[in-house]
């Protein structure tokens, strides 16, 4: 009997949940097609978590071919760096990578070599984007221009019975496993997961994904939001601003529009109990997860 048929035989008895490796769909070439494009998945390695201050030690992307319905077609060869940093790598990164200070010594990347890999992406993803984009945006400019998206914020994980939204525990609840904290394997295992049917009727991952592409986010703004509210603005999922970047000093959130007018009646009720006139602005897929807007 087959390893295959070995663990149908485990799952079909009803006391066995079985993990297969995640073996990727190689495409030799991008296919041609009216309604198909090529999509670039990012992941970063970097020594902390600050993009002023620390820096990138790997870059990872994998390009993929899709159609504007939300099919994943498969991936196409990855574009896999290291870097020296000019600092040590600190031990706890280390720890969660397995990138030691001597794997990385002598290695660089030109930014030119990213931009280039990047070019012709309609679509630039990550998994929790808010913190690969103004990495990749302080090292190479050319990502300003992209849309980007996020699979963990763009897709509603919970309709298809999705406990959280880390990587791992999502990839272990689809049923595969993979050698993950290294950057390409990350964009392999977010892509598997955009490939994902098993959303109400027969959607992908990467269907939802797009639809948030596509659409005008809002983001909106807690102004003058008392001091005690922090924690709680926080938890929702805001985002500080210091105002050093000449935006307003307060804490804000972007939302798909229609998010809009729920979070404003919470500021409203929850925040300033009084009715008070809110600052919004529109984001577009080019605009999101940067603090350049």
Not at 26 to 38: F, H, I, Q, S
């Amino acid at each position: 009997m087959s390893l295959e048929n070995l663990a149908r035989t485990l799952e079909r008895s009803g006391d066995y949940r079985v993990l297969r490796r995640l073996r990727p769909r190689w495409l030799e070439a991008m296919p041609e097609g009216r309604r198909v494009r090529k999509g670039l998945f990012l992941d970063l390695e970097t020594t902390g978590l600050d993009a002023a201050f620390d820096e990138i030690i790997e870059i990872g992307m994998v390009p993929f071919a899709y159609t504007l319905d939300g099919g994943l077609i498969g991936v196409l060869p990855a574009f896999s760096r290291l870097r020296e940093p000019s600092v040590p790598v600190p031990p706890r990164i280390t720890e969660l990578t397995g990138l030691t200070q001597d794997m990385l010594a002598g290695h660089s990347i030109a930014p030119e070599e990213v931009a280039d890999f990047a070019a012709d992406a309609s679509l630039v993803i990550a998994h929790n984007a808010a913190f690969d984009r103004p990495f990749i945006e302080a090292f190479c400019p050319a990502f300003a221009e992209k849309p980007w998206a996020c699979s963990m914020a763009d897709v509603p994980w919970d309709e298809a019975g999705f406990e959280g939204r880390k990587l791992g525990y999502l990839a272990t609840q689809a049923g595969f496993f993979f050698e993950g904290h290294r950057a390409t394997d990350d964009c392999l295992a977010s892509l598997a997961l955009l490939g994902y049917c098993g959303f109400p009727e027969g959607r992908s991952a990467l269907s939802y994904l797009l639809d948030r592409a596509r659409s005008v986010w809002v983001r909106i703004w807690a102004t003058q939001a008392p001091f005690e509210s922090k924690d709680t603005l926080k938890a929702r999922g805001y985002r500080w601003n210091d105002g050093m970047d000449g935006r307003p000093k307060a804490w804000f959130i972007d939302l798909p529009p229609e998010k809009r007018e729920e979070e404003e009646t919470f500021l409203r009720d929850e925040i300033y109990r009084r009715d008070v006139e809110l600052t919004v602005s529109e984001i577009k897929a080019t605009d999101r997860f940067t603090s350049r807007v």
